[in-house]
């Protein structure tokens, strides 16, 4: 009832700005709800702070909100408008001196971090591949670096993964953990990483380096797992269903005839793909568990048409088809080339090995039957989807799909 008769008494009706200036003068903190005389039917919710009347437009959707934090009641909003307005306006100097001289750097989270890249280091790890490509000036042409690349042994990468913020309200007193300060406001303080649960203030999120170390407890499933999120949660180079997809078809599918092409019973492919959510790297794929070995084929399939961002990005989607579309073939070949190093590492990485394993496919042609060309039309449209589906897109790109495929299993040793 006190609640009521609050919210009740606030109301002025359609009162002018001066008068609802004049009603508030009197007490630093005191508020009012005006209905707006130049639009009837909004209402302004009049709040006095720092000597002066200010009025902001009030909306209600269930909640009551002036930006974008809703709250159950006005006297919610107010309260933290008035922590915020003090902090803002008293405490602008230590706001603006706790994002220049953040403690991030000393905290737990990242030495964590630090701890996790010198046991990764100790294991072989020297330069990501990316860097190495990039880096290294003396090789002249772009398509002769496999030579280069053959010395150096297979690495563990430490691939940058960007943190996936989302506005969170914290229950009792938090504090940031980019800039150590306090989280200040009743709800909403701050936002939350969900794959590695970093809590930042909404300011500080845009100046967290992108050292994601997502965690296994967050990260549920495997399958539509956004593919970078999920190696750094395993700590793995590539997503161990490729890895494992691969090694098991490597062991016992490579003369099945029409392998990739034909497809595996759907319900056994779906059983794969719950094996791996369950049970991650321990999942049985083994010749016991999936005679068939096109059920393996399915699932890898499966893996790489569910990922949220598809191996070849959206971002990088037309650049591709733009280079299949080059008539000169040598062109052509460098195009793809360029457009395969702007790939995100782990995207990259994982490419480069799908790439070596369907060449190897090819190999055994005379028993299986794919080729380079088959395998195209087969792995196109797995790995490239356009930005925005539509039929007619997905008809025009389709030559141009196979034929990046293609020629990246033909030339996957000069284009990896
Ligand atoms: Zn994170
Ligand atoms: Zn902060």
């Known amino acids: ?195 590695c649960g970093l809590n930042v203030h909404k300011q500080c999120s845009k100046l967290v380096p992108s050292d994601c170390q997502p965690d296994l407890r967050r990260i549920k499933k495997v399958f539509s797992c956004d593919l970078t999120t999920l190696v750094k949660a395993h700590n793995t180079t590539r997503p161990m269903v490729v890895d494992m997809c691969i090694r098991e078809i490597e062991l016992r599918g490579m003369k099945s005839e029409g392998l990739y092409r034909v497809s595996g019973f759907s319900e056994h492919i779906e059983d794969v793909r719950l094996a791996f959510d369950r049970d991650g790297e321990k999942a049985d794929i083994s010749a016991s568990a999936y005679a068939d070995i096109n059920i393996i084929a399915g699932a890898l399939k499966l893996y790489l048409r569910d990922l949220p961002i598809p191996i070849i990005t959206f971002d990088l989607y ?34 480069r090995y799908l790439m070596a394993h369907l060449k190897r496919v090819t190999q055994f042609e005379k028993d299986n039957l794919m080729n380079s060309e088959n395998l195209g039309i087969v792995y196109g449209p797995t790995l490239m989807q356009p930005p925005e589906q539509n039929a007619l897109t997905t008809l025009n790109d389709m030559r141009q799909q196979k034929l990046v495929i293609q020629l990246m299993i033909e030339h996957e040793d000069v284009l990896f």
């Open 318 to 351: 037309s650049k591709f088809i733009q280079a299949a579309k080059i008539p000169n073939a040598e062109s052509r070949l460098e195009a793809i080339h360029e457009s395969v190093l702007q790939l995100p590492p782990a995207h990259y990485e994982t490419l």
């Open 1 to 195: 009832p006190q609640e009521v008769s609050t919210s009740v008494n606030l109301f002025h009706g359609m009162i002018s700005r001066e008068y609802a200036d004049e009603l508030l003068v009197a007490a630093e903190g005191a508020y009012l709800i005006r209905e707006s005389q130049r639009q009837p039917g909004t209402h302004t919710l009049a709040l006095r702070f720092g000597h002066q009347t200010l009025n902001y437009r009030l909306f209600y959707d269930g909640k009551h909100f002036v930006g974008e934090k809703r709250f159950e009641s006005v006297h919610d909003l107010v309260t933290d408008a008035l922590i915020t307005l003090y902090i803002e306006t008293k405490a602008a100097e230590y706001i603006a001196k706790m994002t220049t001289n953040p403690i991030y750097e000393h905290l737990g989270y990242t030495s964590l971090l630090k701890d996790k890249m010198v046991h990764r280091l100790s294991r072989g790890r020297t330069e990501p591949r990316r860097v190495t490509f990039q880096g290294d000036d003396r090789i002249s042409s772009p398509l002769v670096r496999r030579s280069a690349l053959k010395d150096t042994p297979e690495k563990q990468c430490s691939y940058e993964k960007i943190h996936n913020f989302k506005v969170h309200t914290f229950r009792g007193p938090h504090w940031c953990e980019y800039c150590a300060n306090f989280m200040w406001g009743l709800i909403a303080q701050g936002v939350r990483c969900s794959d």
